[in-house]
């Protein structure tokens, strides 16, 4: 069973920066699409950014321009840069992968933007 462990989250003021970083258990980077996804209190969890096996890259509006998901296949680990936090971006934020059934979610990184 592939294990997916999220980090980097924490406080940020809005207009900050963090990077989340995603690593699993197996080489599964290689062999699906995998996405970041993000719910906040009292809303259903939304996939946010993708990553197709091809490295193209799709995002909701709400973050296009401002966040940049990445995989870095020889270390294993999936990233997502995010510039420009604004306060709507407080979320926990998940990563696993997309446009199929997704794996066992992990415990996710909590981000959030307040000043």
């Known amino acids: 069973q592939v294990q997916l462990v999220e980090s980097g989250g924490g406080l940020v003021q809005p207009g900050g920066s963090l990077r989340l970083s995603c690593a699993a258990s197996a080489s599964i980077f290689r062999l699906y699409a995998m996405g970041w996804y993000r719910q906040a209190p009292g809303k259903q969890r939304e996939l946010v950014a993708a990553?197709?096996?091809?490295?193209?890259?799709s995002y909701v509006p709400s973050v296009k321009g401002r966040f940049a998901i990445s995989i870095d296949n020889a270390e294993n680990t999936m990233y997502l840069q995010m510039n420009s936090l604004k306060p709507e971006d407080t979320a926990l934020y998940y990563c696993n992968v997309a446009a199929r059934e997704p794996l066992v979610w992990g415990q996710g990184t909590q981000v959030t933007v307040s000043s």
């Open positions: 990553i197709a096996k091809t490295g193209s890259t």
